[in-house]
């Protein structure tokens, strides 16, 4: 008796395990034993990335590629001109290389000195008058005076006033907008230049866009704009509307710029002096050098070598001269800063100036008619505005024919307020209005 069964079940046993087997085979090849990683694989990657990173900063520190050379400078002065940001120069460049930096700006700033200003208003010819006429000419030569269409004559005179703007651009505009005319040309006003406005479809013969027109207070506010750079320029065409005005606190604690051009029935107000900021912590009430604000003088010692104070005399002019120069007796306002940008005409900075750094900038001038010309850069936001240099600041008055111009406390203080709002954004988002300041630039109102 079998127990298991016949000898022919068991073989049909056995053949049945076989393919079985067989069946399973992709799944026993999966099962197989994985190879073994290689440690040093990772490592060697690891060192690679290093070593890379190693020789792009040796290059980034030391290569004399002028493209290189360019940008390490701008990296290092943007970070230097920065009191909170300092660290992010210092940290990573060796110390010789920053002092190589500096010390360009320290001769760009021993060329300047002894620049100044000699230019003035020059006087309207007068008529020659002609020789006595015989008693025929008196008979005949009767000239007849056209009538003249009083708004007509206007819209002469605002275009005259206003020559920067690119007449078909305006017309379009007002087709559009025929409201803005209803109290005539003399009093047009338009003002998109808020924040969140996004500006008029005028133009400029520039090419630039315009925010805001003010027939009335004869102001023309224009969007400039670059590569990496947003800013606000204001055109206030009556320069004896314009003064330097201290905060109400000076000496305790500044104000803002707003607050200052309301405080003396300003319609556009901007940073002026720098302030004695230790830390980053100061609250603008110590005023750093000298300045004069309608004829009073406030500050204990001038500003140091290097530094230009920009004059604003009797006569409506702007004067630059060195920080150490005597004040003129016919100063009516002055601020002390650096460095100068255009002195009669010249544009005195240039890429050897030591002030390529990117950053929000604060720019005064005057034009050749006699124009003052309020510029403001926003700066310090990669998503809207980086900031920019000196240079670039002097190039756009200068295309606005500008005469003289200095470069005034920027940074955080970089602001422009206009019409009871601001209209430029602070480098420091938790700053809306900037920080409170010495001492602001102010055009006022017409009376």
């Known amino acids: ?8 079940s068991g073989s049909r046993l056995a053949k049945n395990r076989k393919v079985a087997l067989a069946a399973a085979g992709a799944d026993v090849a999966v099962a197989a034993p994985a190879k073994r990683r290689n440690p040093l694989k990772g490592l060697a990657i690891v060192l690679g990335c290093l070593l890379m990173i190693e020789i792009l900063y040796f290059v980034a520190i030391y290569s004399d ?3 290189i050379s360019k940008w390490r400078t701008i990296y290092i002065e943007t970070a230097m001109d920065t009191l909170s940001h300092k660290w992010l120069a210092t940290s990573i460049i060796p110390p010789d290389i920053i002092e ?3 010390d360009q700006r320290r001769q760009a700033l021993e060329q300047q000195i002894g620049m100044s200003s000699s230019w003035s208003k020059e006087e309207p010819e007068e008529a020659v008058p002609d020789a006595d006429p015989s008693p025929d000419q008196i008979e005949t030569d009767v000239e007849v005076i056209p009538e003249v269409d009083p708004e007509e ?5 605002f275009y005259t006033l206003f020559y920067e703007i690119d007449k078909p651009s305006l017309e379009a505009y007002l087709s559009e907008h025929p409201e803005a005319l209803e109290n005539g040309w003399d009093n047009l006003y338009i003002n998109e230049a808020g924040l969140d406005d996004s500006g008029t479809s005028i133009q400029t013969i520039h090419g630039e866009q ?3 027109i003010d027939a009335k207070n004869q102001v023309l506010l224009v969007r400039v704009s670059g590569s990496g750079y947003l800013g606000v320029l204001a055109i206030a ?3 004896s509307r314009l003064s330097l005005y201290p905060s109400s606190q000076l000496g305790v604690t500044g104000e803002y710029s707003g607050t200052i051009a309301e405080n003396h029935n300003g319609i556009i107000g901007i940073a002026a002096s720098g302030f004695i900021d230790p830390n980053g912590n100061g609250n603008g009430g110590l005023l750093a050098g000298y300045a004069m604000c309608d004829g009073t003088a406030y500050g204990n010692a001038h500003m140091g070598w290097g530094y230009k104070r920009i004059e604003l005399h009797e006569d409506d002019l702007f004067y630059i001269k060195d920080a150490s120069d005597p004040v003129d007796e016919e100063t009516t306002d002055a601020v002390e800063f650096q460095p100068a940008l255009i002195i009669d005409g010249t544009i005195v900075v240039d890429s050897n100036c030591g002030w390529t750094g990117l950053q929000p900038r604060t720019c005064i001038g005057q034009s050749d008619k006699y124009e003052i010309l309020m510029l403001v850069i926003e700066g310090r936001m990669p998503l809207r505005s980086t900031g920019t240099h000196v240079i670039e600041c002097a190039e756009i008055l200068k295309r606005h024919g500008c005469m003289q111009a200095m470069n005034l406390d920027g940074g955080t203080s970089a602001m422009m ?4 709002e601001y209209i430029t954004k602070c480098s420091n988002q938790s700053l809306p209005y900037g920080r409170p300041l010495p001492t602001a630039f102010v055009y006022k109102r017409a009376e």
């Open 1 to 8: 008796m079998k127990l298991f069964g016949s000898t022919r």
């Open 65 to 67: 590629n002028s493209f």
């Open 100 to 102: 190589d930096v500096m």
């Open 153 to 157: 004559e206007a819209e002469e005179n």
């Open 210 to 212: 315009v925010l805001a």
């Open 237 to 239: 065409k009556d320069p």
């Open 417 to 420: 307020w206009f019409d009871g």
